[in-house]
């Protein structure tokens, strides 16, 4: 080609000639960019849910107990009990409740 190459804006309906961007509105022309854009923020969605699980589930608790280092795996025991203790007042007080709303 070489030569010009005029994009439609599809926002604003503008003519740009080799722009990414519209030159009235400032709207990604480029369908190129746009894809890569588009797998960039793909990703980024990706990375976001991966790291909402890790947080999500205490996961690290059993990659912990599987350590090789006796302290990381003791940690992991001390952090489990607690993990069961909450859940177990938490028992208890719906118990509770139960019991005292009847
Ligand atoms: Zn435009």
Known sequence: MGGTVKIKCPNCGLFNTNADYCSNCGTLLSY????????KEEQ??????????K???????????????????????????IVIAVMAIGAFFAWLFTFLAA
Do not use: C, M
Request: hydrophobic share 30%; net charge positive; charged share 40%.
């Open 32 to 39: 190129k960019k746009r894809r890569e854009l588009a797998h």
């Open 44 to 53: 980024q969605k990706q990375k976001a849910r991966k790291d909402a699980e």
């Open 55 to 81: 947080k999500a589930s205490p996961s690290w608790i059993e990659t912990g107990k599987k350590s090789k280092y006796l302290i990381v795996r003791l940690g992991a025991q001390f952090f489990n009990g």
